[in-house]
């Protein structure tokens, strides 16, 4: 298991993200809008679950996953702002080709719950 | 022109894309990344946040005349990027289609060095809803 994260998501932090990423839709920042939407409410950005299951595995992997990293994931449920979340990464596999080493890491993000929030798949060298 | 009369297949015109120093820390700062230095290298998914973010408004899609939501994301890094480097973003509409009411897009995006050189890409399935 890599080391996971957890950590809960707040309004502020989703304001503070929409400024750094650049994407103020209004679903995660206009409360009047959101209420509007099959959600109800504000939700965080799918980027901004991401990153930290890019966090996760930058800790894990610093040189080869910024170099070589692969991931591939979907997006299940919103996360809204106070709810805790939990990253997880498991290595599922280890595969080697030409000397080459790389592991298949199941990469789950799920609520206290235990809803799904994210699910997939993340490829990273080992060598 | 509006998402829906977008053929698959359409390229975007290119777009330069700089994340400088207090930018990609400030990214570094609102996800809560400490797993990078930030003013030395910039986290690897704010390069495809800011591509995503930049596509989102290309299309008009963040006015809030319609509902998007992120529905699926690959991403491959093939070296990390610097604060301040210049990058180029080439985006293709991979499919574009409706499906009950919604629209799925997927957009995908190469991000290429001032060397001509891929440094990551990825690819982004969003659904669009009226509200």
Do not use: C
């Not at chain 2, 290119?14 to 120093?21: A, D, G, P, R, V």
């Amino acid at each position: 298991m890599l080391d996971s994260i957890n950590r809960t998501v707040t309004q502020a932090q989703v304001e503070a993200y929409a400024d750094a990423a650049g994407d103020h839709n209004p679903i995660h920042l206009d409360a009047a809008f959101a209420a509007k939407t099959p959600f109800g409410k504000r939700i965080a950005h799918g980027m901004l679950t991401l990153a930290m299951v890019s966090e996760m595995l930058t800790s894990a992997y610093p040189n080869n996953w910024a170099s070589g990293g692969h991931l591939k994931v979907r997006f299940r449920a919103p996360v809204f702002p106070g709810e805790t979340i939990h990253v997880t990464g498991e290595v599922k596999k280890v595969t080697e080709s030409d000397g080459v080493r790389s592991a298949e890491i199941t990469i789950g993000v799920k609520k206290d719950d235990g809803e799904d929030v994210i699910t997939g798949q993340a490829f990273v060298q080992l060598d | 022109m509006p998402l829906q009369d977008l053929p698959a297949g359409h390229k975007f015109p290119s777009e330069s894309l700089i994340i400088t120093e207090t930018e990609s820390a400030a990214y570094a700062d609102a996800v809560g990344d400490t797993s990078v230095e930030p003013v030395e290298r910039v986290p690897s998914m704010a390069v495809v946040a800011a591509g995503l973010s930049r596509f989102i408004k290309h299309l008009g899609l963040a006015n809030g005349t319609v509902e998007v939501v992120h529905a699926s994301q690959e991403a491959s890094f093939k070296r990390p990027v610097t604060p301040g480097e210049g990058l180029e973003i080439r985006a293709t509409l991979k499919s574009n289609a409706e499906r009950r009411g919604s629209r799925f897009a997927t957009v995908e995006m190469l991000f290429i060095d001032e060397f001509g050189k891929e440094v990551a890409t990825a690819s982004s399935l969003i659904v669009v809803n009226a509200t």
